[in-house]
Structure formats: C-alpha cells, structure tokens
C-alpha cells in the first residue's frame, strides 16, 4: 500500500517515468481466468461517485490545470495537415492563455503530449522541438489493427525512428472475443520489444470488448505483455471511455501492482470532454490508486476537446464570470 | 494554501452544501418547536429537550418533551379526524399523498440540509438516498390508495394509529409509516426520535399545502417516556415501530393482550457473504454502501463480513485500503463519505464496545474532525461467531469479520444469530446466489449488492429483527383490517365433568400424544378422562406439559427443513392423502364429534375434509411476486414458510379448527406443535392416525394434548418457535402475545368465535409464510 502514497512527482510534463517500466510477467492464465467484473454493480458505483466527490473554487482550478497537464491532445483525422498539426503544438505549448495561469500563479503549464498518426510525427516533434512536450503515434494499423502484423511491427519501428516517444497500439479484438489470451499476450510482448525505449499505451477498444469481464482479462494481459499505459478506446468506437470501464481498468492495474510491484498507467480516451468529468476521473484515480495515478508518467486523457471546456472554467475562476470559447485561442 | 500547493497534493478542500435556508427555517420559528396537533404547532412553551448538530455539538432548535396530555390531545385528534379520512375516496386520499410526494421534492433540498444537520449523515446521503427514497415512497403509496378499493375488497382502515421512529433515517422512517398508514385510511400519531425531530416538524408544516386534512397526521415529540405512553395509549388501533430489539421487546410486552396490532422493524447483525469467486473489488464497494453508510447506523447494515477463507487475507487487504481512501468529515460536505455519529452517548457506545473485543482492530487512518461526535471506520477481524462482536449489533461504522471454508458453512454461520433482517451474497455464480439466497434466515438479501430499498419492495425481518413488512402491496397489509364487524367473542366451553354414574363400555383406549411421527406418553404421567354429555366414558387424552412441548418443537424442528424442501406438488399430494383417509373415515369423526359435544358431527367432517382440498390446492399455488424496482435486475417477492409454529387451537370446532390451522401452514412447508380443543381432545387424536396413514413425514404435524394456558405458554416461550397462534378467552391471549417476547415470534390471537368452515384461507396462508425480498441485480 505504501506504493499508493507516494508524493507526487513533480515535473508536469514527463516523456520519462520516475519510476522503473513495467517488464511484464510470464502469461499467467489462472490469474486472467479468475477475473471478475460485477458489471451491475460496478455501475453502481460509477453512478454514485459524482455525488460522493466535488472540489470547488482554488482546488478546482488546481485540478483543472492538473487535467491539463495530462491531456494528450490528440489529432487523429484522415484531414490532418502539417498545418493542422502545427496549429495543435502550438496549444499544447500554451493551452491556456498566459494572464489566466498568472492570474493563479501557475505559468508554464503545458499539456502532456501530442498525439497523432505516424504521418504527422515528424511536424508534430520538430513543432514541440524544446518544450519537452512528448509526441504519441498511434500505430499498429490503427484504429482496426487489421493489417498485417508485420506491417504493423514495423509501423512502430518507423514512428519511433520518427521521434515519437510514446506508441499507442491497438489490440487485436479477435483475440479477446475469441478467448485466445495467448495470442493477444505474444502480440501485444512483440509489439512491446518494438516499442524499444518508446513507452507503450495498449489501446483495448474497450467498446468492442463486449463484456466488462473481457476488458478486466484483456487489462491484464496487456500488462502481464509489458504495456506502460493500458488505454480505453481509439475513440473512433461506438462507446469510448466510460466510468464503469476506468473502474475495471483501474482495478486491474491495482491488482497487478499488488501482485507484481510493477505500475502500469491508464489513458481513458474519448468522450471527456466536459472540465467535470476531468474532475470525476481525477478523483477516481486519486482515491482508487492514489496520487501516483495523478502525473502524467502514469496518467493520461485522450482528448480533443476537453481543454476547450477547462479553459472556460478557469477564466470563469479568475474573473468569477461565465466565459465563451472564442475568448480561447483554438489549436 | 495556494493553488500551486493544491496542483501538487490535490487536496479536495471543502466543498459544504449551505445551510441557510434550513437555518432560515429554525429561526423563523424561534428554534422552539411545538407538537403538531390538529393541523397546527401548539404552543411551544413548556418542558422541552434541545436538538444538536453531531458535527458541532450546535443547538439547532429546542422542541417539547410530550407527556400524557399531549400524547392525549393527539391520539384525539386523530380519532377525530379518522371517520371522515377512512371515509374518504381512495382516488381522493391518492391526490393527496401525490402532492406530499412532490411537496418532499419541491423542498427535497431543505429537507436534505436539515436531515444532515439533526442526524449527522453526510448530505450525499440525504440528498441523494433518504429524500429521494421519501418522495417515491408517497408516490408508490399514492397509488396504492388509488387501486385499495379495487384490489383489497372488504378490508378497512385500522384506525388511528401509533407511530414510532429512530433517529437513523427520520424522513425515510416517516415516509415508511405515513405513507401506507394514510394510504390504508388510517389517521397517525407519530413520535419521532428526540435526537431528530426536525424533518419531522418540516414535513407535518409543509403537508398543509397538500390538503391533508387537519388531524390526520399529528406529531409529538420527546424522548422515550413520550413513545412508551404513546404506545400505552388505548386509542390507537394499531402501532408501528422501528428501533432498536429492546424497545421493540418492551412494546411486545405493552401492547400483549390489548388487541392492537403490531408491527415490529428492529436491529440486526446481517451477514454479509463474500465467495471466492465474487468480484472482490465490488464486494468491496458494496461493503462501503453496507456498514458505512449512515455511519454504520441502519438496521440492516452489512455488519458481520462473511469471507472464504481462501481469498480473506486478499479481502480484507482491499478493505484496508479502501477504507482508508473514505472521507470522514463535516456532513454538509459534498465530499465527505462518512458523517457525524447521531449523539455523544452513541458514539461511546460504540467505543466501549470496540474496546472491550479482543479481535484484531483496524482503524481507518483517515483524519478525524476535531470536535464533533465522529468515529473512525473500523474493521476488526479474526473474530469468531463466539466473540460478542459477531453477535451483538454495534450500530456504528464498525465491520467485524470471519471466515468459513464451504457455502453450506457459510449459510450455518449467517444464520447463527438471534436477528434476521437482511444478508448479502457475492458471488458471480448464479447457481450459488440462488441456492443460498433462500437459505439465509432474513427479510431481504441483496444478492452481488447492499442497501438497495426501493418503495415496491418489501423490507422487514425474521426473528428479533422484528415482523411486518413495509413497501409494497405487503406493505399495506398491517394498515387493513376486515371491514365486517368483529364476530362475537367465542363462548367458553368447558370439558364435560365426570358424570355420577358413568358409563363404561368397551376395550379401554388410550389417546396418546403424538411426536416426532410416534405415539407418545405424556411425560408427566398424567390423563384426564373425557366424557360425553351423555356420561359416556369416551377416553383418556394425555396432560402433556412442557417437556412434551420441548419434544415436539424438536421434532418439528428436525421435519421442517426437509418437509419445506420437498415440492409443493407433493406437499399439496400429501393433504390430498389426508383428505381421502378422513373421508374414508367420517362417519367414525362425526361420531367421535357427536359423541363429545352432543352436536351432529358431518358438517364439521366434510368442512374439514374441503379445508384439506382447499390447502392442497394452495400449496402449489402460493406464489410470489417479481417486483417493479428501479434496477436493471429482479427483486423477488418470495414467500417462505415462518418454520415451526405453535397452535392453540380453538375449541368450539374440534376438528375443524386444527385443521383449517394446521393444513395451510403444512401447505406451505411449515411444522406444527398443535394443542388441540382442551374440551374434545379426542378427534385430535383420532385424527393422528390418519396422518400415519398419509405419507405425513414423522414431526411435521405434532399434536400435544393437555392445559392450553401451560402449553400454549411452554410454546409461546419456546426460543425456537417461529410463530404462535391461539384461539381462546382473552387471558390466553394476551398470555401468549407477553410470553412471545422471549424471541419476539410472530402471534396471531384471537377470542372472537370464528366460523372455520367460512374463514378466507388466504389468511392463514399469509399468516404461515413470510415474504423474503431477494434483490438480483445482472447484466454482463
């Protein structure tokens, strides 16, 4: 439990951990058959948990401008441009306009990575050249990952030659529908040894998983494979992150913590879009794994137009009054 | 603390809801409450008791303490206003208790923040479980009053009625007595708790806007002495209480024998079952919503953690943790899991009984409020069932745990306790939630879940947790009674003394009692004779007493099981059997009849021999319900045999009255301990033979002849008899209501000449069966 205290890490924007990889473990298919997910009740509580947690005023701009540091703001259309992407590094490097953080006496904040196609990783790094920012590719044939696998092997090798510090790869969803946890392991290992020194996020498609008991297995196997992160969704399934899925995903990161020592970080993707549910999932992993969760090393929102909303709610803080979205430079 | 301090440590801060307008409110009646009586507060002056905030120790309001004369003014009121609100329209009294419904959620907010500052539970709680649970509940009891007309035919109001709440959920606890009391027709006199009277006081202010007549709902406040001269009160047809199994026993023994009805909703020490396979990190949720919610301070908290050993260290561990993530703190704050407990006095009692256990105790680390009645979330395990903590109730936030090896064990130790309100189970097996579900000894079972409640639903206990259910078409049960007028009070009917000059003919036979399948002698060695009106000598019948009765119970007890576990199919085949013996027979009873009341008998033989065709043919007929609750899921409505229960049987109908008793608790799987007519024995006796020749299981029907004063106390005594009925004089009675105090078994008395052969059977079916609420959530 010690593990779960830890103080905060104090960097706001981390391409490197501050703690040891996860090497993964040997497959262990006791462990990932005994797995249970209490689908009602797990919905229970993720229905409750708005009205057991609230953070107002200071503390909520503080905790916004946390979110903000660990949005991977993410581009991920087949209209990507240079242009475009240029444009989106240009709002991670200043997400919020600068008189609203020295108003709360908080310059500097950025966002926690950019995120984009393969194609875009070598705008988007040279774009972030000096601000420490971190370039995710998506890779792997995303979001289907139904190409051929050593295309998509290789796909990671070129984005990581590219410049990209972070590979978000997606899952072969066969493999869980169909119960063969041992090829979703071998995959997910080979793409891991791809990643080299490039941090993995294991992208389940949680949406297309079925069942909650199939996202709590394939969570485990990802990581028993080596992910760093384990992440919801592409956001291009019909249902992306949801409350009831982080809470499987976060229990199973806890679970393989206590089992193995090792820590794994969570990326719910798609679909936060609102400053309050940033708060809600704050909360989640502040309480259910601990301040560890809350950086950026070990915690990420894939989203687009989450910042959108946070920045209102700031100026709102500062000037006690309601904001409009033109009044924040887009990106 | 500056916003950069917060960016590291994301501390919540405080987030309190205000309290403004609920402090509005005490102030614009002076902090001095009077009762409410007759639509108005009455003067508030006069001997009062103060009302604190747990959280601050701050005096919210000053409110009566109410004597006899206050209780008197009230229980008038009431009677005053019933004819005409008995009278009303169900359509009329619906309209009304809609508009208390939506009163509750137009002012759901004020009620929210008051019920948090008199109680101390977190405004999460109230806002939104408590008042929300309260709106529904007059929205369902609305509709009940709409359809009563319709669906409960010859049935009418009790009357004024009692009420009697704690101060764990005092809107909730209103809701669950006025909302059924006023749907039924019913005027009420409720005391609320003194630690919590407030919402109380709110409610009854704002019910004039719904157009409740005056007088149909009074309030008086105070402590204990107000409600025990409430209860005492001769007015009021009925009383309900919930609270605590001491109280509840001393309004047992206060209302014996006055012929008020009762019901009773009590402590507990519910088991809560977690299976190796369960989805642990729920379970561990649902523990959360179990024993702290409300502090730990709610009758069927999860209290008595059950865990297979295999997975226990792994379970508590998750405990620990999550315990120590629980936020304990000002209720008024949105972000606060665990309150304030009610009073000082509470919250030493739950230390004393901490301090006192020997088990291994954990505390949450979890920084506690300076000031303030707070208690740390406690866990304590390595305890078993023989420490005092696995058996008494705490009431607090305090889990105590052990473990078992098999589901079968963990069925025997769920159920080793004198309570049996509520259990829940964890597991993701559906064959083992079922399998267990009907085995554990309680009023509701959550099955994968806890402390789901929902207005449809039946909640009540088994045991010394209590009889009468609450929510649901069951619900208003309590609140009817049978419109006809009472029938005449049954006429004494003395044994026939022994003649000057018997008569003496034939072989000398000797009735026995029968036990356990077996003829047996009356342990004491004793018989009486019993004669014909004529001087005929008709017979001995044994003068059982109590070692007799101890006998009986354990052989009925030994039956139970396996006879309720048998099919109804072949429970119902069984009383077929009985029935064609008796019929094979009836010439021979209708003698036997004749010859010990001088009356013709072959009415009574054909009446009883259709009691037993009507009681087969409900016993596999005797169904349940699947009840309309706001899950994703089913809440069961199942009807399950009370277990033994003790007859007294009346005497006016020898034969008939055993069996019109006897045969629908035996439909439904029950075991009887019967005492048959005291005058004409004998067709009792008789009749055990044909049980023998009618594939009745040994124990399930037991009859003991003898003194139904001695007997039917040994039975209303026995710590292992469910229910007691007797039919009798009035000191018979109110005899066996005070001695079913001892494990508080449910009674049914009565001293009025009831005509067997007429009686609606569904009475004594409802009477024999108890319904069991079990909640099945699903989805995959």
């Known amino acids: ?331 | 603390m500056t916003i950069r301090d917060i960016f590291d440590t994301l501390d919540y801060g405080p987030a309190p809801e205000s309290a403004d307008q609920a402090m509005a409110w005490l102030d614009r009646h002076g902090r001095r409450f009077g009762h409410w009586i007759e639509g108005r507060f009455t003067p508030a002056d006069g001997a009062a008791f103060e009302t604190r905030n747990p959280a601050t120790g701050q005096v919210l309001a000053a409110c009566r303490q109410g004597d006899h004369a206050d209780v008197d003014a009230a229980v008038r009121a009431a009677a005053r206003a019933q004819k005409a609100w008995g009278a009303t329209a169900g359509h009329d009294r619906a309209r009304v208790l809609y508009a208390l419904g939506r009163l509750v959620q137009k002012h759901s907010r004020l009620f929210a923040v008051l019920e948090t500052l008199d109680t101390g539970k977190p405004i999460r709680e109230s806002r939104d479980i408590d008042v929300p649970l309260v709106a529904r509940h007059f929205g369902y009891y609305a509709g009940i009053a709409e359809l009563i007309e319709a669906e409960m035919p010859g049935t009418a109001p009790v009357g004024v009625c009692a009420a009697v709440i704690p101060w764990n959920f005092p809107l909730l606890m209103l809701a669950w007595k006025v909302a059924p009391a006023l749907a039924a027709g019913c005027t009420v006199v409720l005391k609320p708790a003194e630690y919590t009277p407030l919402t109380a006081l709110l409610f009854a202010e704002i019910s004039r806007e719904a157009g409740l007549p005056k007088g149909v709902l009074n309030i008086v406040t105070g402590d204990g002495a107000t409600g025990a001269a409430l209860v005492a009160h001769p007015g009021p047809a009925k009383v309900a209480f919930t609270g605590s199994t001491e109280v509840g026993r001393a309004i047992r023994a206060a209302t014996a024998g006055t012929g008020k009805g009762l019901t009773l909703e009590l402590g507990g020490k519910s088991p809560y079952i977690v299976f190796d396979d369960a989805d642990l990190d729920s379970a561990v949720e649902g523990l959360v919503d179990a024993i702290w919610f409300n502090q730990g301070q709610v009758c069927c908290a999860g209290s008595r953690l059950l865990v297979q050993e295999g997975v226990a260290d792994r379970f508590h561990a998750k405990v620990r943790r999550r315990m120590s993530v629980l936020r304990v703190g000002d209720p008024l704050d949105k972000c606060i899991d665990v309150g304030a407990i009610v009073d000082r006095v509470q919250r030493d009692r739950i230390a004393a009984m901490v301090g006192a256990c020997t088990g291994d105790v954990w505390r949450s680390p979890a920084p506690l409020p300076a000031g303030g009645c707070f208690y740390p979330p406690t866990l304590i395990t390595g305890l078993a069932p023989a420490d005092p903590l696995m058996q008494e109730e705490i009431f607090g936030p305090v889990l105590v745990s052990c473990t078992f090896r098999t589901p079968d064990e963990a069925v025997q130790l769920a159920n080793n306790t004198r309570y049996g309100l509520a259990a829940t189970v964890w597991t993701e097996n559906v064959n083992l939630a079922l399998d267990i579900a009907p085995k554990l000894r309680a009023g509701v079972v959550w099955v994968n879940a806890a402390n789901l409640f929902d207005a449809a639903a039946g909640f009540g206990g088994l045991r010394e947790s209590g009889f009468g259910r609450e929510g649901g078409w069951e619900g208003i049960v309590p609140w009817r009674r049978p419109a006809a007028a009472a029938a005449r009070a049954a006429r004494a009917v003395a044994p026939v003394p022994a003649p000057a000059d018997p008569i003496v003919e034939g072989i000398d036979r000797t009735a026995k009692l029968h036990i356990g399948g077996r003829q047996v002698r009356p342990d004491g060695g004793h018989s009486r004779a019993v004669w014909s009106p004529r001087g005929h000598l008709l017979g001995h019948a044994g003068i059982g007493n109590r070692k007799d009765i101890r006998n009986a119970v354990e052989a009925a007890q030994a039956a139970q099981k396996g006879w309720a576990r048998a099919t109804a199919w072949n429970r119902a085949q069984v009383l077929y059997y009985l029935a064609e013996n008796l019929s094979a027979r009836a010439a021979e009873f209708a003698a036997r009849l004749r010859g010990m009341t001088g009356r013709p008998g072959e009415g009574e033989v054909q009446a009883a021999i259709r009691t037993l065709f009507r009681a087969a043919a409900w016993a596999d007929k005797w169904e349940g319900r699947v009840k309309p609750v706001p899950i994703r899921g089913v809440a069961l409505a199942m009807p399950e045999p009370q277990g033994v229960i003790g007859i007294v049987t009346p005497d006016d109908q020898p034969l008939l009255g055993l069996i019109a008793l006897a045969a629908p608790a035996v439909a439904l799987g029950n075991a009887v301990v019967a005492v048959p007519s005291r005058a004409f024995p004998l067709a009792a006796t008789d009749f055990y033979q044909v049980i023998d020749t009618s594939d009745v299981p040994g124990g399930v029907v037991n009859i003991v002849t003898g003194d139904a004063a001695d007997l039917g106390a040994a039975l209303a005594g026995h710590m292992d008899v469910e229910a007691v009925w007797a039919f009798g004089p009035p000191a018979l009675c109110a005899m066996v209501e005070g001695q079913s105090v001892s494990n508080l078994k449910r009674t049914w008395v009565s001293d009025r000449a009831i005509d067997w052969a007429a009686h609606d059977l569904r009475e004594t079916l409802a009477r024999a069966s108890e319904i069991k609420t079990v909640w099945v959530p699903y989805g995959e």
Request: with cysteine.
């Open chain 1, 1 to 331: 439990m010690d593990t779960l205290t830890d103080r905060p890490t104090a960097g706001a924007h981390l391409p490197v951990a501050s703690h040891p990889r996860n090497p993964g473990i040997p497959l262990d298919l006791d462990w990932v058959a005994s797995a249970a997910a209490n689908t009602s009740a797990i919905e229970r509580r993720a229905a409750s948990l708005p009205g057991r947690r609230s953070v107002k005023k200071d503390w909520q701009a503080a905790w916004l401008l946390k979110a903000i540091t660990l949005i991977d703001l993410t581009t991920l259309s087949g209209d990507d441009t240079p242009g475009r992407v240029r444009r989106l590094c240009a709002k991670a490097r200043r997400p919020v306009a600068p008189a609203l953080l020295d108003a709360l006496g908080m310059p500097g904040i950025t966002v926690g990575a950019v995120c984009v196609y393969h194609e875009m990783v070598e705008t988007a790094v040279r774009a972030l050249e000096g601000s420490g920012i971190p370039v995710a590719a998506v890779s792997t044939g995303f979001p289907a990952g139904l190409s051929p696998f050593r295309l998509r092997i290789a796909e990671i090798g070129e984005s990581v030659a590219a410049g990209a510090a972070e590979i978000d790869i997606v899952i072969s969803r066969r493999h869980a529908l169909t119960g063969d946890w041992r090829a979703l392991y071998d995959e997910v290992a080979e793409m891991r040894a791809a990643c080299g020194p490039a941090h993995m996020k294991a992208i389940l498609a949680t949406g297309e998983l079925g069942t909650l008991r199939n996202v709590a297995r394939a969570s485990l196997v990802c990581m028993m494979a080596g992910a760093d992160f384990i992440k919801t969704s592409t956001g291009k399934e019909g249902v992306n992150a949801t409350l009831p899925v982080s809470l499987v995903m976060i229990r199973a990161i806890r679970d393989y913590l206590d089992r193995t020592g090792h820590r794994v970080g969570y990326k719910p993707a798609g679909g936060i879009s609102k400053a309050k549910d940033a708060l809600l999932y704050l909360a989640l992993m502040r309480d259910e794994l601990g301040l560890p969760w809350c950086q950026p090393d070990l915690f990420r929102f894939g989203a687009s137009s989450l910042l959108g909303d946070i920045e209102r709610q700031i100026e709102h803080h500062v000037t006690g009054r309601y904001s409009a979205a033109f009044r924040h430079p887009m990106g």
